[in-house]
Each structure stands twice: as C-alpha cells, then as structure tokens.
C-alpha cells in the first residue's frame, strides 16, 4: 500500500523505517500513525511487516514528527506484546492522545481492577502495567464511554463514575444502584444532592460486599424453601411426603417409629 500526501512547496524531506512482525501491532502504530501525521506532508509505503515513512516540511518540523513516531513505535510495542512477566504496558500519553474521548489513566486502573484484572501503576513514568492487552482496553474504553454518557448527569462527578464502575460490574441499572446504595447509607441525600457518607473507592467495596452478601443470604433461603418443599406437599387437603421428587408410600415420621421399635 501506497498513501501519498505532500505539499510541492516542501523542499526537506526524511526517511524513517520500521519493521513490526505482530499483526497487531502493526494494525495500532499505523492507525494511530495515520492520526499522528494527519495535518503533516508526507509519503507512505508499506509491504509486509515494513513500513516507510517519508516526511517533508521543514527540517525542525520534520525532526519533531520523526521522533513522535519513535515515541509512538515504542508505545505502541509497550501495549501490545508482554514483558517477560507477562504484563502490557500502557503510557497515560499514549491513552490519552490516541484514545477519544479521553479517559484518566486512574480511572481505567479502577475499572480493570473491579473488573478482577492484574493492574497497578509505575509512577516514574505514569504507565499502567496490566494484564489486559490494547486491543481489549479500547474495548473496555468504548464500554466506560457509553456508560459515561448514559449515565445520570445532575449527579457529582464521583458519584457518576461510582454508578458506571457499579454498573460495569453488575450491569444493575442506575436507578437500582442509587437505591440500593442508598440502602446500605453508603449515599446519603444532604440538602445539596447526593452525597458519600465515606471515600468513593470504600463505597465501591463495601457496595459489592453487602451484594455478595445479599445474593449469598437469597440463596442460602432459597435452598431452605426447597427443602421444606421437598419433605412435605399439600395435594387436595392432604399432605403428601416427597424425596428427590419421588411421592413416599408413608410417611416418614412412621418408617422412624419403625426403626425405634425394632431397636
């Protein structure tokens, strides 16, 4: 494939290569390359796991692009093959200059975390190290973005985000988690609006733990109503002895009288 842009009036021009064998990583740097060099001159030729770039303008600007694509080629080769670890490694620039619309590098650390992936960050040079690979972060940025813009806007900023986080868990429904959270007085209405009655980041955690909680109580519940339904039936005013959904012959009250009399 051949992209050729240039402005005749160019007269400096420079060549840079670079050879990427994974199939995804060459599909991200040239998308975002491709973003990089819109407003810019240049020329494009790609065969294989190569592609040359030929940049013109002046030479200030074109040593500028130049190091953008090297800056964006190491990127791009951080957030798409592992360490020897086993982690990605994705920048906060990176994610913010090429990820639309932009999200903060905490809360994606938020989100992957809720969502049980391996997460943490290296504060020296502001990167999220994780397992989760590029392709399935655009996926969860494009999740994160929708939940974002239908979510409920008269609430506080933190509030909204502890809705998406919730949501992006649970898939409840916003109504439900205001309410259930409320409930727990996890949110408390204070004149001016909603408000949190600890940090946010608690509020996450204790919400998931009383719903962990709750579901586990339904549970133990419904297990108790279906032995009870398994030991005694009413059939026409009569009661009717069951087992493994099989009808008993006698009661079971009479087979125990039997046993003790025999002892």
Avoid: C
């Avoid at 494939?1 to 160019?10: D, F, I, L, P």
């Avoid at 190569?50 to 791009?76: A, M, P, W």
């Avoid at 938020?110 to 999220?128: G, H, P």
């Avoid at 419904?222 to 030991?231: A, F, K």
Wanted: charged share 30%; net charge negative.
């Amino acid at each position: 494939m051949t992209k050729y842009k240039r402005n005749k009036s160019q007269s400096f021009s420079k060549k840079i290569y670079f050879n990427i064998d994974s199939t995804d990583t060459r599909e991200y740097f040239l998308k975002y390359a491709l973003q990089l060099l819109d407003k810019e001159d240049f020329r494009l030729d790609t065969k294989l796991g190569r592609l040359e770039f030929q940049i013109y303008g002046n030479k200030s600007n074109v040593e500028d692009v130049i190091q953008k694509l090297n800056k964006l080629d190491e990127q791009i080769h951080m957030s798409t093959i592992v360490d020897n670890q086993g982690f990605y490694h994705h920048h906060s620039s990176f994610l913010m200059h090429y990820l639309k619309p932009e999200i903060k590098l905490s809360f994606y650390m938020q989100a992957l975390a809720i969502l049980n992936y391996q997460v943490r960050e290296d504060s020296t040079d502001n990167t999220m190290i994780t397992s989760i690979s590029l392709r399935e972060l655009v996926q969860i940025h494009t999740k994160l973005v929708s939940l974002l813009r239908s979510s409920p806007k008269s609430e506080h900023r933190d509030i909204q985000r502890f809705m998406v986080l919730i949501r992006l868990k649970t898939n409840q429904e916003f109504t439900d988690i205001i309410e259930r959270a409320s409930k727990y007085q996890l949110l408390a209405d204070r004149g001016s609006g909603l408000q949190f009655t600890s940090e946010p980041e608690f509020a996450i955690i204790q919400y998931l733990e009383m719903e962990k909680d709750q579901e586990e109580s339904e549970l133990k519940q419904i297990d108790l109503d279906e032995d009870q339904d398994e030991l005694m039936v009413f059939d026409g005013g009569k009661i009717v002895f069951m087992q493994n959904g099989v009808e008993l012959d006698r009661s079971p009250f009479d087979i125990l009288g039997e046993d003790k009399d025999k002892e």
